[in-house]
């Protein structure tokens, strides 16, 4: 069986549900954080690095690697887990999403999206089929359909032509996807309209994915809307399918995604936030540069395991980020990736043996301190 997805636990409480998702290249435990590695490397971090902060999945995206260094050559090394030498689990994104948030003059038509590189201002034209195909070149374990995501605030007959042309694009990408070691999910749109995004929930489901991606959120929507949306698609989609929150994110939105019945999350929050100095932790977030820690001989947090807390001080930390040092973007990271994975494995344990209520009531009360 090449793609399985085993729910073990479901917290009676809250409906929070802990999972294994068997994938060609390693069983994924649920609920998992998912680091990006848009280029194919998970910034600042080596693969080695990556297993021991125990990454189980990494994230890559097809608009990027299509533009550079192109889907032939990384065909060409074997695909992409030997491309960059990771030999877990890899889920791509289709470039929906990037298509309209990093390229310039993007025209949609109804058979693709045209647009010109980020790069070097070259024309392109993406289909459903071309993200389709390029997923399969690169041979990652889950691939996304090429969706249509909205930018909020949006009309509701706007969100609905989105809706009409991303399920056409679903049937479009599931009628060439041929690779039955890769798994394709189906992604959710319908901005914050309830019905939209019931049909659109309803249209896919009828189509038949193994998995199914809640897309158009995280994307400036206030926390209420989101949970609104998850509240809404959690008794549509299909229990015994992984549901994939795109684009997610915030400590607090993990622990209330997994409330709401989500299994997987991804986000450059991490590792983007960390290079600038933003700190992750078990009581709450805070910037290293703070001149409050210029003689703090402290970890960055007392309760996480990593080598950045266990090694060294945030006054020393601090002084790096000050003077531009790279081994300080690498610590920052390396720490914030650790907490978004510890956290997770720390929910997944907690429904396993039936106290996730317990744990989410002690995560907001310690997180929300910001005592740092
Ligand atoms: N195919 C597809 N991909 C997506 C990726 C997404 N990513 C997001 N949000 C990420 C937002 C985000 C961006 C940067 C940072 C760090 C800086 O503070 C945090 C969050 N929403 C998303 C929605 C979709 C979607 O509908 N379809
Ligand atoms: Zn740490």
């Known amino acids: 069986m090449m793609f399985e997805f085993r729910v073990q636990a479901v917290c009676p409480e809250t409906g929070a549900r802990a999972g294994e998702l068997v994938t060609p290249h390693g069983i994924i435990e649920t609920p998992v954080f998912m680091p990006v590695g ?25 608009y990027h690697l299509y533009l550079r260094p192109g889907v032939e050559l990384i065909e060409k090394a074997g695909g992409l887990h030997r491309f960059m030498n990771w030999h877990r689990p890899i889920l791509t994104d289709s470039g929906g999403f990037q298509v309209f948030s990093l390229s310039g003059i993007n025209r949609i038509k109804e058979d693709g999206v045209e647009f010109s590189s980020h790069l070097d201002g070259s024309r392109h034209f993406m289909t459903p089929e071309l993200a389709t195909r390029v997923q399969e070149g690169l041979g990652s374990d889950i691939a996304m359909c090429f969706d249509q995501c909205v930018e909020l605030p949006c009309d509701e007959e706007t969100a609905r032509k989105s809706v009409e042309r991303t399920l056409r694009w679903a049937r479009r990408c599931k009628e060439v996807h041929r690779r039955d070691d ?46 609104r949306i998850l509240d809404l698609l959690n008794p549509i989609l299909p229990q015994e399918k992984p549901r994939y929150l795109m684009g997610v994110g915030f400590p607090t939105n993990l622990v209330e995604g997994v409330a709401r019945g989500v299994d997987m999350f991804d986000c450059v929050l991490p590792t983007r936030n960390g290079r600038n100095g933003t700190l992750l932790t078990s009581r709450g977030k805070f910037n290293i540069k703070h001149s409050r820690f210029e003689e703090d001989w402290g970890p960055i ?22 003077s531009g040092e790279m081994l300080g973007a690498r610590l920052c990271s390396w720490h914030n990736l650790r907490y978004l994975i510890s956290l997770m494995k720390g929910a997944r344990e907690a429904i396993l043996e039936g106290r996730f209520p317990q744990f989410r009531d002690r995560f907001h009360e310690l997180f929300s301190t910001g005592k740092v």
């Open 38 to 62: 848009t280029r194919a490397t998970v910034k600042a971090m080596s693969p080695r690095e990556m297993e021991e902060i125990e990454a189980q999945i990494v994230l890559s995206n097809t």
């Open 301 to 322: 947090d007392p309760d996480c395991d990593c080598y950045a807390c266990r090694e060294f001080s945030k006054a020393y930390i601090r002084h790096l980020y000050r």
């Open 182 to 227: 890769q798994a394709l999910f189906g992604i959710v749109q319908g901005a914050l309209f309830d019905d939209l995004r019931k049909d659109c929930a309803r249209e896919l489901i009828a189509m038949d994915f193994p998995g199914y991606s809640i897309g158009g959120l995280s994307v400036g929507e206030s926390h209420d809307e989101m949970y």
